[in-house]
């Protein structure tokens, strides 16, 4: 009769282990949703500003027509991207590129510089930006918890029974989070 206890007590635990690793792993995939969609807010509110931005430079700098189009073209690009999150990632470093060659030709034009709009723009974008990061860092923290639950022993056998997957990380190439050279000489100036 123990032996019964014993076995019936090992298959509750056992079933009772299942049910809490999959409403985890149900819990970890909803965070992750969540928090992806928390940088996908703040990828639009980006998207929101930057043609006013552009708008705002296009009437100081008339000639600097290719860089100002390279910024509308990244932003569409980005706009329309809607791949995992690594393909978004690549088409938002190519946004992130493009704004940064923006912000070094603004640096030609002191009266755009002043302007009033153009600097709440800017603060705008600036603010956007660390809002986008601060989600990059939650959603990638979300993602680690998930990918851990997944691949650690023993919830991984629950999360290959119930066809849980590893997310990927919203990640920055290195090349992107290199500082702008800005430069302040006289032919950088003249314009």
């Not at 298959?11 to 969540?34: D, M, P, S, W």
């Not at 009437?59 to 978004?88: F, I, K």
């Not at 990061?133 to 999360?159: C, K």
């Not at 997957?165 to 919203?170: I, L, N, S």
Request: hydrophobic share 45%; charged share 25%; no cysteine.
């Amino acid at each position: 009769m123990t032996t019964v206890y014993v076995v019936l007590g090992i298959v509750a635990f056992v079933l009772l282990y299942g049910v809490g690793t999959y409403n985890k792993l149900i819990r970890l995939r909803q965070h992750v949703g969540e928090s992806w969609a928390a940088i996908d807010t703040e990828l639009k509110r980006r998207y929101d500003l930057i043609p006013n931005l552009v708008e705002t430079v296009k009437g100081y700098a008339l000639h600097e027509r290719e860089t100002l189009q390279a910024v509308v073209d990244a932003r569409a690009n980005a706009v329309a991207s809607t791949g995992t999150p690594a393909e978004q990632a690549r088409d938002e470093n190519v946004l992130v590129g493009a704004l940064r060659q923006l912000f070094a030709v603004v640096e030609s034009y002191p009266d755009l510089k002043a302007n009033q709009s153009f600097v709440g723009l800017q603060r705008e974008l600036t603010v956007t930006e660390d809002r986008i990061q601060a989600a990059r860092r939650f959603y990638n923290a979300n993602v680690r918890d998930l990918n851990t639950r997944i691949e650690v022993f023993p919830s991984n056998l629950i999360a290959s029974m119930f066809g849980f997957r590893a997310e990927v990380f919203f990640e920055i190439d290195d090349a992107e989070r290199a500082v702008p050279q800005v430069s302040f000489s006289d032919k950088d100036t003249a314009g």
